[in-house]
T-cell receptor, first 118, second 117 residues
Framework: EAGVTQFPSHSVIEKGQTVTLRCDPISGHDNLYWYRRVMGKEIKFLLHFVKESKQDESGMPNNRFLAERTGGTYSTLKVQPAELEDSGVYFC????????????????FGSGTRLTVV | AQKITQTQPGMFVQEKEAVTLDCTYDTSDPSYGLFWYKQPSSGEMIFLIYQGSYDQQNATEGRYSLNFQKARKSANLVISASQLGDSAMYFCAMREATYSSASKIIFGSGTRLSIRP
């Protein structure tokens, strides 16, 4: 099966501009997550979609970040306007929504989008 | 609140030696899962191994094993017979609610492992 796809892989934008990151999860995965790693620090949770609904957006840093998942398939994360501190690597991950006994259904991560705001 | 601590920012190991990467965690939930991910220089996050809090045996996946000491709240990753390709960042992570694939996971700060030829 195809993995989690993110694009662009790299983006360099000027402060104040808008950038939209896209994530295509594994087909059939209801759960989609956004994480980011800023300036070599810890990987921080941003938000979690279950299908098209936001299950948990407690990690979104401020209202300059807007995530959508229309139709419950791919997701976009828009940063508007971008600030210097938004630079980092943005990861998307997906997982199945079902569980069966003790079986582990894990996350699959995309390769990330490296965002540089100058 | 959940917390993952990795106290080794960087490690150097000779090729073919075994290496242990430390991870301690804190949670009040009796049901949780622990993960290790590898991030090579290319940037992708690669799942290595998983341990559920109720699993009786330590998890193993090829050259990777997880030394799970529940009472100490530690989940160290052991890589046997290290290879040059093992050079990467390694992240320990945790998810509450062991058998739920829907819960978010939190990460430690990572350990950069460098293998010397």
């Amino acid at each position: 099966e195809a993995g989690v796809t993110q694009f662009p892989s790299h983006s360099v934008i000027e402060k104040g501009q808008t950038v939209t990151l896209r994530c295509d999860p594994i087909s059939g995965h209801d759960n989609l997550y956004w994480y980011r790693r800023v300036m070599g620090k810890e990987i921080k949770f941003l938000l979690h979609f279950v299908k098209e609904s936001k299950q948990d957006e407690s990690g979104m840093p401020n209202n300059r970040f807007l995530a959508e998942r229309t139709g419950g398939t791919y997701s976009t994360l828009k940063v508007q306007p971008a600030e210097l501190e938004d630079s980092g690597v943005y990861f998307c991950a997906s997982s199945q929504g079902t569980r069966s006994g003790r079986r582990y259904y894990g996350y699959t991560f995309g390769s990330g989008t490296r965002l540089t705001v100058v | 609140a959940q917390k993952i601590t990795q106290t080794q920012p960087g490690m150097f190991v000779q090729e073919k030696e075994a290496v242990t990467l430390d991870c301690t965690y804190d949670t009040s939930d009796p049901s949780y899962g622990l993960f290790w991910y590898k991030q090579p220089s290319s940037g992708e996050m690669i799942f290595l191994i998983y341990q559920g809090s109720y699993d009786q045996q330590n998890a193993t996946e090829g050259r990777y094993s997880l030394n799970f000491q529940k009472a100490r709240k530690s989940a160290n990753l052991v890589i046997s017979a290290s290879q040059l390709g093992d050079s990467a960042m390694y992240f320990c992570a945790m998810r509450e609610a062991t058998y739920s694939s829907a819960s978010k996971i939190i990460f430690g700060s990572g350990t950069r492992l460098s293998i010397r030829p």
